[in-house]
Structures are given as C-alpha cells and as structure tokens.
C-alpha cells in the first residue's frame, strides 16, 4: 500500500469522527428532504406516475447524496470512477437489504413503517461505515 492521501489522514486525525458525522447526517436529511418533496412535486404537481416519479426522486436524491458526501461530509479529492462504483455497489446493497428488513419483519406481523425505520437506521450505520472506509476514503 502506498502513503495514506489527504483524505485519509484527515479521517484519521483525533476528533475527525466530531467533524464528519454530523456532516454525513444532514447530508442524509436533506437527501430525504429532496428526495420526498421530488416525489410530491412530480406525482402530485405534475401528475406523473407514481413508478416513474419516484424513480426521478430517488435519481436526484442519490446524486445529491453523493455529491455532497463527497465533497462536504468526507471532503474527497477529485472525480474517482472507482469511487462512484463503490458508491453504486453500497446502494445496490442498501436496497437488498433494505428490501429484506422491510418485507422480512412486515411477514412476521411489524408494522411496515416501522420495519421500513428499522432499516434506515441500519442502512445509515452501514452507509457510514462503507462512506468513511471504502467510498471516500
């Protein structure tokens, strides 16, 4: 392995962990603040399907997650196909898992909203840990 990037050392430092996480959480809140009011203005304002309305939400939602992941939250260099590859590879393994948690409690008889919380709250455990040492590192 070659030297540690700026990145890297940064992450590193004490008291980075202060600095990224509450980053990486208001990034993650208005990402569902975009992403839910997307949806809202294109089913309902502009009448478009709801299959193809959350489709655009959630593409706006996710490049705006990323971006600002990227160069706010954990302050990465330069565009990096691998990164966004990675970044492809964590949401294809929220949404599985996202799918599972969801449909997996609702059939044992939990609410599914309550199921769908649940899964955030692990995605977003996930989605950090993924971000801080594998996405953006």
């Given at each position: 392995?070659?030297?540690?990037?700026?990145?890297?050392?940064?992450?590193?430092?004490p008291?980075?962990?202060?600095?990224?996480?509450?980053?990486?959480?208001?990034?993650?809140?208005?990402?569902?603040?975009?992403?839910?009011g997307?949806?809202?203005?294109f089913?309902?304002?502009?009448?478009?399907?709801?299959l193809?309305?959350?489709?655009?939400?959630?593409?706006?939602?996710?490049?705006?997650?990323?971006?600002?992941?990227?160069?706010?939250?954990?302050?990465?260099?330069?565009?990096?196909?691998?990164?966004?590859?990675?970044?492809?590879?964590?949401?294809?393994?929220?949404?599985?898992?996202?799918?599972?948690?969801?449909?997996?409690?609702?059939?044992?008889?939990?609410?599914?909203?309550?199921?769908?919380?649940i899964?955030?709250?692990?995605?977003?455990?996930?989605?950090?840990?993924?971000?801080?040492?594998?996405?953006?590192?």
């Amino acid at each position: 392995m070659g030297p540690a990037t700026a990145v890297e050392q940064d992450q590193q430092r004490p008291g980075a962990l202060l600095v990224v996480l509450p980053r990486y959480i208001a990034v993650g809140l208005l990402s569902v603040i975009v992403d839910v009011g997307s949806l809202t203005v294109f089913h309902s304002v502009l009448n478009l399907g709801l299959l193809l309305a959350t489709i655009i939400a959630f593409a706006i939602a996710l490049v705006l997650n990323y971006s600002l992941n990227h160069v706010w939250a954990f302050d990465a260099d330069g565009l990096s196909w691998h990164r966004i590859f990675r970044y492809g590879v964590l949401v294809a393994v929220n949404f599985g898992l996202t799918l599972s948690i969801v449909t997996g409690l609702s059939s044992l008889g939990l609410y599914y909203l309550v199921a769908k919380a649940i899964a955030v709250v692990i995605a977003a455990v996930i989605n950090f840990t993924g971000y801080r040492l594998w996405v953006f590192k």
